[in-house]
């Protein structure tokens, strides 16, 4: 059975396609198979909600906690290093759209591997208005997936996904924040990355469309953690 988009071979394993089936047929299949994928996903997305919620929460509570964050920030950020200058040339992206997305420190929600994604809230985004396209933001608060390349700080590149997550408060106002997920915890294990290292995330286009690419980069890394791998593989032409 062909899929597209959405949908891959690996959501039909186990389902059986008689042969005998009309185009009808494999299609309510089909249908199916991506109501109960899209159910799951929002039942993870609910998921990650309350736990940001109660995360918060803890945070507000905690101005202790909020002090030795704001510590850990280098002030100003530090520049775009020189090697990722070089990789981004490499890529044929425009110095003058180079944004710095955000800067943070990592929480413990941003490392647990059943959550599986950086959270950028929306409150801590250096520039809203910079490193996303009019469209593009427009697409993302329609819940709409953006496949966006990714350079981790070893220097290699893949794919990830960009998404907005909206959490309603009781005030009735809505808290966003973009997430990225996909290969999130591989770029922690692959790059070393632990609690309160602050990393940024920055912006740039490339090729001829102007993609979209996000850089991540270590800023520094927390006590204990100073053996965190900043270097490594090159970046492959394929993904960016």
Same mark, same amino acid.
């Given at each position: 059975? $062909?899929?597209?988009? @959405?949908?891959?071979?690996?959501? @039909? !394993?186990?389902?059986?396609?008689?042969?005998?089936?009309? !185009? @009808?047929?494999?299609?309510?299949?089909?249908?199916?198979?991506?109501?109960? *994928?899209?159910? =799951?996903? &929002? *039942? !993870? $997305? #609910?998921?990650? +909600?309350? #736990? $940001? =919620?109660?995360?918060?929460?803890?945070?507000?509570?905690?101005?202790k906690r909020r002090k030795l964050v704001m510590a850990t920030l280098p002030m100003p950020p530090p520049d775009l290093p020189e090697e990722l200058k070089e990789r981004i040339k490499e890529l044929g992206g425009s110095g003058t759209q180079v944004e710095l997305v955000i800067q943070k420190a990592l929480y413990d929600s941003d490392l647990r591997p059943n959550n599986n994604r950086l959270s950028m809230p929306f409150k801590q985004i250096i520039n809203k208005q910079g490193?996303?396209? &009019? &469209? !593009?933001? #427009?697409?993302? =608060? +329609? /819940?709409?997936a953006m496949i966006v390349p990714f350079i981790e700080p070893s220097g290699k590149c893949d794919e990830m996904t960009l998404k907005q997550w909206d959490m309603p408060k009781k005030t009735g106002k809505t808290s966003s924040t973009y997430v990225l997920v996909t290969h999130w915890n591989k770029v922690v294990q692959a790059n070393r990355l632990g609690l309160k290292d602050?990393?940024?995330?920055?912006?740039? /286009?490339?090729?001829?469309? *102007? +993609?979209?690419?996000?850089?991540?980069?270590?800023?520094? /890394?927390?006590?204990?953690? &100073?053996?965190?791998r900043d270097g490594g593989e090159g970046c492959s032409g394929s993904k960016c």
């Amino acid at each position: 059975m $062909e899929v597209y988009g @959405f949908l891959s071979p690996k959501d @039909f !394993e186990g389902i059986h396609v008689d042969p005998t089936w009309s !185009e @009808f047929d494999k299609l309510q299949v089909a249908v199916q198979v991506a109501t109960s *994928k899209i159910m =799951a996903q &929002e *039942k !993870e $997305e #609910k998921k990650y +909600k309350r #736990k $940001e =919620a109660n995360h918060s929460r803890m945070m507000r509570s905690s101005n202790k906690r909020r002090k030795l964050v704001m510590a850990t920030l280098p002030m100003p950020p530090p520049d775009l290093p020189e090697e990722l200058k070089e990789r981004i040339k490499e890529l044929g992206g425009s110095g003058t759209q180079v944004e710095l997305v955000i800067q943070k420190a990592l929480y413990d929600s941003d490392l647990r591997p059943n959550n599986n994604r950086l959270s950028m809230p929306f409150k801590q985004i250096i520039n809203k208005q910079g490193f996303l396209r &009019e &469209e !593009e933001r #427009k697409d993302l =608060a +329609k /819940r709409k997936a953006m496949i966006v390349p990714f350079i981790e700080p070893s220097g290699k590149c893949d794919e990830m996904t960009l998404k907005q997550w909206d959490m309603p408060k009781k005030t009735g106002k809505t808290s966003s924040t973009y997430v990225l997920v996909t290969h999130w915890n591989k770029v922690v294990q692959a790059n070393r990355l632990g609690l309160k290292d602050v990393v940024q995330v920055w912006s740039l /286009r490339v090729g001829p469309e *102007k +993609k979209l690419c996000l850089a991540l980069v270590v800023a520094s /890394r927390s006590r204990g953690n &100073e053996g965190g791998r900043d270097g490594g593989e090159g970046c492959s032409g394929s993904k960016c």
